[in-house]
């Protein structure tokens, strides 16, 4: 990135569709239009999101104020992770997202926003270098899960706890890497760890499963793990620009 870390790029917005695509089914024609949407959000994600280097995306809610003990513990959070050279990536709004991204923003780190229309709560927040701005929640999903490499659960509501559980599906089920969830916030997910252990006894999910996670509220410890996990499996790979891709240099 060549523009100085304390001067945000201009947002990427991507188009947003009127409709989710949910309300049963419509015409051939609409389908294959509301198809073809898709795929062009994603190649638009793909395109922004391709250099941003490895990142850490932080899960949280978007309606903690910058008092909250949750927003400066997240904000601390994205500081560590830019001293350990690593892109922080947030949905972009704010409250968690916007600690997150401050946190590596006002510390030299790459800061990036995969941002979700709303009608209310996720206005795009101003800690980031790099944001788009997408219509589907699945879509943008897929884009937070993709670039990154480890993932930071803070305290959050049903759209925290989707993304959470989400991850933690695909890390379970081998569909993604068994990359790093830290989870932040000991008693508030304290009510989780004893769910955890209630699936355990039902035998919906085995023991193991406990060990894709780390329950802490210390930051040091939080990326001190991530740090030893990827530094034993995981290189990123630098990726060339090509020209004839009108990829900017």
């Keep these: 990135m060549n523009q100085d870390s304390k001067t945000p790029l201009k947002r990427r917005i991507i188009p947003a569709v009127k409709s989710y695509g949910l309300e049963g089914p419509k015409s051939r024609l609409h389908e294959l239009g509301f198809a073809l949407t898709i795929f062009i959000q994603f190649i638009k994600g793909f395109r922004a999101l391709h250099f941003i280097g490895p990142c850490i995306t932080v899960f949280g809610s978007a309606r903690f104020k910058e008092d909250h003990p949750f927003y400066i513990l997240a904000r601390e959070m994205g500081k560590q992770i830019a001293a350990a050279g690593f892109t922080t990536m947030t949905g972009g709004g704010p409250g968690i997202m916007e600690a997150a991204n401050r946190g590596a923003f006002e510390n030299g780190g790459k800061s990036i926003g995969c941002n979700i229309k709303l009608p209310y709560e996720q206005e795009p927040n101003p800690y980031v270098h790099r944001s788009i701005t997408i219509d589907l929640f699945f879509v943008r999903k897929v884009l937070l899960v993709k670039y990154s490499y480890a993932f930071v659960i803070m305290p959050g509501g049903f759209g925290t706890q989707d993304e959470f559980f989400e991850t933690l599906t695909l890390i379970q089920t081998k569909v993604i890497k068994d990359f790093p969830i830290v989870v932040m916030g000991k008693e508030f997910y304290e009510p989780f760890r004893h769910w955890m252990e209630h699936m355990i ?49």
């Design 201 to 249: 006894e039902g035998g919906t999910i085995s023991p193991e499963d406990k060990n894709y996670i780390l329950f802490t509220d210390d930051t040091h410890e939080a990326i001190e793990y991530i740090k030893r996990y990827m530094g034993a499996n995981y290189k990123a790979k630098p990726r060339k620009r090509l020209w004839w891709l009108f990829e900017k240099v």
